[in-house]
């Protein structure tokens, strides 16, 4: 079953109001709307803003069934070609706001775990075909960089694509990663560009972020459309 995580309302209102046979289910704070979209059983989920947030919805669509994790929303862009509209399909995603260097890590390093977590290979190339089809758009794979940070600097911008080589930069991808890696679930991240992270980026991200969601959530549509249909069975109890 696939589960499908916006960090916000704008990111997966769009896909809820069209499942069928919706249910809707809260537990331990997370509210699970499964049902059936193009042919597929699906549980989306609105996972709020932050690492926090995106980890504890993971862990709960993994626990109700879900055995592959897309995330779709907006970033702000870091690699150089970027502009406002372009689509960034994850590679693999780290955290640029882990700091245990004086302990002798690499930046971005939680002891004892991997610098990133990889995107899914078969999820990545489904999700870079459907980016392709929407036409007329820059689509590229690259590094997702995850902080709990709103970043609006260019300064910022440089050191996150000097240091970790990212191509976007947003608050959740990593964590959802991390969680996924740890249960042996595939996932992809799937970005569209609201702002470049720069002193802009507020006037941008607030203008430019409704529109970058529906075109991230339409991305979203095409890839269930090529994903090979599971069979659609009965809902299991509880999602
Ligand atoms: N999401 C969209 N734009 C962002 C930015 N500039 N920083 C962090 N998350 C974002």
Excluded at 143 to 167: C, H, I, K, N, Y
Excluded at 186 to 191: K, M, S
């Amino acid at each position: 079953m696939l589960g499908i995580i916006g960090a916000m309302n704008e990111e997966v209102e769009l896909l809820i109001a069209e499942l069928r046979e919706r249910r809707s289910n809260t537990q331990a704070g997370v509210t699970l709307h499964s049902g059936v979209l193009d042919g597929h059983r699906v549980i989306i989920t609105e996972g709020g803003i932050g690492k926090v947030n995106a980890a504890m919805t993971t862990a709960a669509l993994i626990a109700a069934g879900a055995t592959r994790i897309i995330f779709t929303g907006v970033a702000g862009g870091v690699h150089p070609e970027l502009a406002v509209g372009d689509l960034v399909i994850s590679t693999d995603c780290v955290q640029h706001d882990v700091d245990v260097t004086v302990l002798g890590y690499d930046l971005g390093v939680i002891p004892g775990e991997a610098l990133s977590w990889s995107a899914d290979e078969e999820l990545r190339a489904v999700a870079l075909a459907a980016a392709r089809e929407q036409g007329g758009l820059r689509v590229i794979e690259g590094r997702v960089a995850s902080g709990d940070q709103f970043v609006a600097a260019a300064e910022r911008v440089a050191w996150l694509w000097q240091t970790f080589g990212a191509a976007c930069t947003e608050m959740e991808g990593a964590a959802v990663a991390q969680v996924c890696a740890r249960h042996g679930v595939p996932f992809v991240v799937i970005r569209s560009v609201s702002d470049t992270a720069d002193t802009g980026a507020k006037v941008d991200y607030r203008e430019f972020m409704p529109q970058m969601a529906r075109r991230a959530k339409l991305v979203v549509r095409a890839m269930l459309r090529r994903l090979e249909r599971e069979q659609v069975e009965p809902a299991p109890n509880g999602a």
